[in-house]
C-alpha cells in the first residue's frame, strides 16, 4: 500500500483498470458468462435443482420482459421488491428486474409485517416476489401500509395457481397473486422498461436496506457502475486467487449486500457455481461441504467460529477449500488461530474482507496469502482511505485511532429520497464516512478497533437500536429506553434494553418484568433482533446535554460491571 505522508491517504499499488463506462449490471456479468454456457451457475443444495449459466441469462431476461408486458414495471426507476431466501427463484428475479431496467429492493426473508411495511415504504416497490411462506406477512404489511401501498402484484414463487391460495389468505383490495409458472421459462420478447434507453451507469439499480449512522433503515443508492466495479476491485490480480469455475458455498443470504455482490454477483462473473443453502444448520452445511466439495466459502464471524469450535467439523470438510474470507463484522484472532491450529494440514487460505452495504459492499481486504490476521486488509484497488479524527476532521498519519473513511467507485451515489442522511454521510468530496473508529499501521493495513455508529451487528446482520428504543417507547410501563450491543459469543454482538420504568401514583417506579418486555419486542420484529443480551431496568439513561443517549457510556459502564 502506498501512504500518501502529505495527504495520510491510504490506496492500494495495484490499479484496478476499470473501464470508464460500465454497461447495464446484467450486460456487465452475462457478456462475461456466455463462455460458460452449460456449466451449473446455481444448485439447491436441498433439493438438488440446478441452474446453468445459460439458463439464468434466458430465465432472467424471460422474467423481465413478463414484468414489463404484464405492466407491473412500467417505467424507469420502478422496483421490484424481493423477499426470498436464497433459491434459484431469488436470481432469476433479481437478474431479470435489471436486465428489464428496473431496480431491485432486497429484503430480509424473515421479516414480519412491521419491518416489511417499512421497507415497501421506503422503496415503494410496484411488486413483491416472494414464497408462500411469507406471504401471510407480506400481504399483512400490505394492509398495514393501506393507501401508502404501492404494490399491485405479489408474485409467488413456489405455487401453481392462484387459486391454490385463496382459501387460506387474505387478499387486499387491488393486490393481484401470480404463481411463479406465469414468469418462467422462455421467451423472444426483449421488452423494456419506459426510458431504460436513457441509461446512466450511475442509475440506481439496487436499493438495499442500511441504518447507516443513526436511525432506522434506510434505502442505499447502489448504482450498476458501483456493483460491476466492485467485483472488479475484488478479482484484481493479488487480491483474490478466484478462477474461473469455482464452487461457492451460497449460505449467506442473498438479500444482504454481502451474499448478493460479494458471493453471487461475484461467482456467476467468474462462471462459478454456487450451492444454496437457506439458513445456517450445522449438519446440513458439513453435508455439503463433503457432497459438493466447494472452494470458496464465504462466511461471517459466527460461522468462522462453529468451524473452529465444534467437534463436529473435521480436517475433511474443510478438505476442498482454497480460501475462507470472513467479512461483515470483525473475526477475533484467536477464533482465526484456533481454525488453522485445529487443521494444520488445512489448504485453505483465510481472508478477510470489510465494507459496508454503502460501498457495495467491499472496501478493504487482505490480499491472497497475507497472513496479516487481525488487520481488516487495506484498501482495495483503485479505493483510497484515511483516517479522520473526529473533532478537528484532519486525516491522521499511521497508528492513530480516527474514523475510517473511504473513497472509492464502489460507494454509493447516496440514500434514498433522504439528503440529510446523505450529507451526513457523504463529505462534500465524496468521502464516505464509515462510522467505525480504526487506526492503519506503517504498511497501510487498517484495524477497526470500535464504531462511533449505533449499530450493532448480529451474526454480521444489522440491528438498529433506533428500531427497537421505537418499539419499547410504545411500552405502557415505560418512561425511556436506550438499546445498545454487547458481545456476545455465539452471535458476536447481541442487543440489550436498559429501561426507565414510569412513576406510578404512588410516587414510586411501576414494577417492570424484563421477560415482559423482551416479548413485547419480540411481536415486531424478526428473529435476530430479539434483545438476546437482556433487559436491565434502570432509574435513568445518561445522556448528554442535548439530550442524546450517550449509548458507549452505557455500554462502558455494563462492560465494567
Ligand atoms: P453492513 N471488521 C470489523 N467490522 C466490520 C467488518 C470487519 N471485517 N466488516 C464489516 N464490519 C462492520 O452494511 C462495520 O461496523 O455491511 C461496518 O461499518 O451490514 C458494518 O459492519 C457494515 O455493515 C466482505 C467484507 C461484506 C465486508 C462486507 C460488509 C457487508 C456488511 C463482505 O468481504
Redesign the pocket.
Known amino acids: 500500500y502506498a501512504i500518501n505522508p502529505k495527504s495520510n491517504v491510504v490506496s492500494c499499488k495495484v490499479p484496478a483498470n476499470l473501464p470508464k463506462n460500465f454497461p447495464r449490471f446484467t450486460d456487465f456479468l452475462f457478456e462475461k458468462t456466455e463462455r460458460f454456457s452449460d456449466r451449473d451457475v446455481l444448485v439447491c443444495s436441498q433439493s438438488g435443482r440446478k441452474l446453468s449459466h445459460s439458463q439464468l441469462r434466458h430465465e432472467a431476461r424471460a422474467f423481465g420482459s413478463r414484468l414489463v408486458e404484464r405492466e407491473i414495471l412500467k417505467n424507469k426507476n420502478d422496483s421490484l421488491s424481493i423477499v426470498c431466501p436464497n433459491s434459484i427463484e431469488f436470481a432469476i428475479s433479481f437478474f431479470g428486474t435489471i436486465a428489464a431496467g428496473g431496480v431491485i429492493s432486497p429484503t430480509n426473508p424473515v421479516y414480519v409485517k412491521d419491518e416489511l411495511a417499512h421497507n415497501f415504504h421506503l422503496a415503494e416497490p410496484k411488486g413483491v416476489v416472494t414464497t408462500s411462506a411469507q406471504l401471510d406477512a407480506v400481504l399483512e404489511a400490505i394492509d398495514l401500509l393501506g393507501s401508502k401501498n404501492t404494490i399491485g402484484s405479489v408474485i409467488v414463487t413456489d405455487i401453481a395457481t392462484e387459486r391454490d391460495l385463496k382459501h387460506k389468505f387474505r387478499i387486499p383490495q387491488g393486490v393481484k397473486i401470480l404463481p411463479w409458472g406465469e414468469f418462467n421459462g422462455q421467451t423472444s420478447s426483449n421488452a423494456m422498461v419506459k426510458g431504460a434507453d436513457s441509461f446512466s451507469q450511475d442509475d440506481l439499480v439496487v436499493l438495499p436496506f ?1 441504518s447507516g449512522t443513526t436511525g432506522l433503515a434506510k434505502g442505499v443508492h447502489l448504482s450498476h457502475k458501483s456493483l460491476a466495479a466492485n467485483i472488479l476491485q ?1 478479482s484484481c490480480p493479488g487480491m483474490s486467487n478466484i478462477q474461473e469455475h469455482e464452487i461457492l458455498v451460497g449460505l449467506l443470504p442473498f438479500f ?3 451474499g448478493m455482490n ?1 458471493i453471487l454477483g461475484f461467482g456467476i462473473y467468474h462462471g462459478g457455481t454456487n450451492i444454496l443453502l437457506e439458513k445456517f444448520e450445522p449438519s446440513a452445511l458439513l453435508n455439503l461441504l463433503l457432497k459438493y466439495e466447494p472452494t470458496l466459502f ?1 462466511l461471517v464471524p459466527p460461522i468462522l467460529n462453529f468451524l473452529a469450535r465444534s467437534p463436529d467439523v473435521k480436517e475433511e470438510h474443510l478438505a476442498s477449500l482454497k480460501t475462507i ?7 477475533p484472532v484467536t477464533v482465526i488461530n484456533e481454525l488453522i491450529k485445529k487443521f494444520p494440514g488445512m489448504t485453505a487460505s483465510f481472508q ?7 460501498a457495495s ?2 472496501t ?2 487482505i490480499p491472497y496469502g497475507c497472513k496479516n490476521f487481525g488487520s ?1 486488509g487495506g484498501p482495495l484497488p483503485d479505493t483510497r482511505s484515511a483516517i479522520r479524527d473526529v473533532s478537528t476532521d484532519k486525516f491522521l498519519g499511521s497508528n492513530k485511532n480516527g474514523e475510517i473513511v473511504v473513497q472509492g467507485p464502489q460507494v454509493m451515489i447516496c440514500y434514498h429520497k433522504n439528503p440529510s442522511a446523505t450529507a451526513d454521510t457523504l463529505t462534500e468530496d465524496r468521502w464516505l464516512k ?3 473508529i480504526g487506526y492503519y499501521d506503517d504498511k497501510g493495513f487498517f484495524y ?1 478497533v470500535d ?1 462511533v ?1 449505533e ?1 450493532i ?1 448480529v451474526k ?3 440491528v438498529a437500536p433506533a428500531e427497537l428504543e421505537d418499539i419499547l417507547h410504545k411500552h405502557p410501563s415505560l418512561s425511556d429506553a436506550a438499546v445498545v450491543g454487547i458481545p456476545h459469543d455465539k452471535l458476536g454482538e447481541a442487543p440489550r434494553a436498559f429501561v426507565v420504568p414510569k412513576m406510578g401514583s404512588d410516587g414510586k417506579p411501576v414494577d417492570v418484568d424484563p421477560v415482559n418486555v423482551q416479548k413485547m419486542v419480540e411481536e415486531h420484529v424478526s428473529e435476530h433482533k430479539y434483545l438476546a443480551g437482556g433487559v436491565e431496568v434502570v432509574e435513568s439513561l445518561p445522556k448528554s446535554l442535548t439530550g442524546k443517549i450517550l449509548r458507549r457510556q452505557l455500554k462502558a459502564d455494563y462492560l465494567k460491571k
Open positions: 442500511s475484488m444482504h449486500i454481502y460479494a464465504h474470507t470472513c467479512g461483515a463484522a470483525p473475526a478477510e474482507g470489510y465494507g459496508m452495504t454503502e459492499p467491499v478493504h481486504w481488516c464509515t462510522g467505525d477497526v464504531r455508529k449499530l451487528k454480521g446482520l444489522q
